[in-house]
């Protein structure tokens, strides 16, 4: 029996990770190699924690900020000025998008963590991922689902823009209750951690637009191992909450999520919205900027239990995502 639980983990990580690769080697099934990757990662940090807390003696969640920072610098080569000038042609869409964004997500998030009865930190995680921008993943969800790509991407970086006064305000309204929430501490986080690496990311596709062709390739991959790592520290640092509460969190998220989609898609309709955009603002509002969820409750919320949701819902989106977008793309948009 000992034999057999020590070869347990190295047994189940190779599995993951023998998936991973066999999945992005598929072309019909590539678009789930990064969630194969994710659980590769938080199956090394479950049979081995302490690989993920620290590495003689440097505690590793102070690597958080900084992956996230480069996570979201990558956003922002991918973004240009024109992203945002594009809100002002299409202003009803971004306007029904962004009132569906900060209101179906941060409410949806108190009332599931009321109906698991989740508390403190595990709670205000709940509302944390829901209170959070929309994640950059959704552009290439929004294309393979037949949507408005240019709305969507438009969508993601304003509602990214408007979080630091969104995010703190949503956590204060709803997860104070749980845990103290500072405003003003949140904000300046978000500012830093979120809007100066976009502005960063913004000013260098300006000025390498067309120079430097490899950016766009090696971004993708540097933002996916970023955030594979960043799960597997928060998932280290809480593995016996996560043993307690998993199994819960994992229903809650998806839960979450798909009222997310929902909410999304039949308030856009019901704003006027047609069916191209209506999938759009669904995609945008059921899928969350979950790095920065997790930074913030590292950093702000001071709480490895609050990264927990964010954790988990991060790789249930993409595999949710990815399952509506096929579904979609089946399916001609009505006129």
Not at 251 to 280: H, P
Not at 308 to 318: R, S
Request: aromatic share 10%; glycine share 10%.
């Amino acid at each position: 029996m000992p034999e057999f639980r020590s070869l347990l983990g190295p047994v189940v990580i190779a599995a993951f990770f023998a998936l991973a690769l066999a999945v992005r080697r598929s072309q019909a099934l590539s678009g789930y190699s990064f969630t194969a990757f994710v659980f590769t990662f938080v199956a090394a940090s479950m049979f081995y924690p302490a690989a993920f807390i620290s590495w003689g003696g440097f505690k590793l969640s102070r690597l958080i900020t900084p992956l996230i920072q480069i996570i979201m610098f990558g956003m922002g080569v991918g973004l240009s000025v024109g992203d945002f000038v594009r809100a002002v042609r299409m202003p009803r869409g971004v306007a029904a998008g962004m009132l569906l964004q900060f209101t179906v997500m941060p409410i949806g998030g108190w009332l599931v963590a009321k109906l698991f009865g989740f508390e403190g930190a595990v709670a205000a995680g709940v509302i944390l991922i829901g209170s959070s921008p929309g994640g950059v993943a959704s552009n290439v969800i929004t294309y393979l689902a037949r949507g408005n790509v240019a709305l969507s991407v438009t969508m993601t970086a304003c509602s990214t823009m408007a979080a630091p006064l969104m995010t703190p305000l949503a956590m204060k309204l709803l997860a104070g209750e749980y845990v103290p929430i500072s405003f003003e501490e949140m904000m300046l986080s978000i500012v830093q951690m979120i809007i100066v690496p976009v502005v960063a990311g913004l000013i260098a596709n300006k000025l390498l637009h067309g120079r430097a062709p490899w950016i766009d390739r090696l971004m993708p991959v540097v933002s996916m191992s970023g955030i594979c790592f960043i799960i597997a520290i928060i998932t280290a640092a809480s593995r016996d909450k996560l043993l307690e509460v998993g199994v819960a969190l994992i229903a809650a998220a998806m839960l979450q999520n798909s009222l997310g989609y929902l909410l999304g898609y039949w308030g856009a309709r019901a704003l006027g919205l047609n069916e191209v955009d209506s999938r759009t603002v669904s995609i945008e509002v059921g899928l969350q900027n979950g790095g920065m969820a997790s930074g913030l409750a590292m950093n702000v919320l001071r709480s490895s239990d609050a990264a927990l949701a964010p954790a988990i819902f991060g790789p249930w989106m993409n595999i949710s995502g990815s399952m509506l977008a096929s579904w979609w793309r089946k399916r001609t948009p009505a006129a």
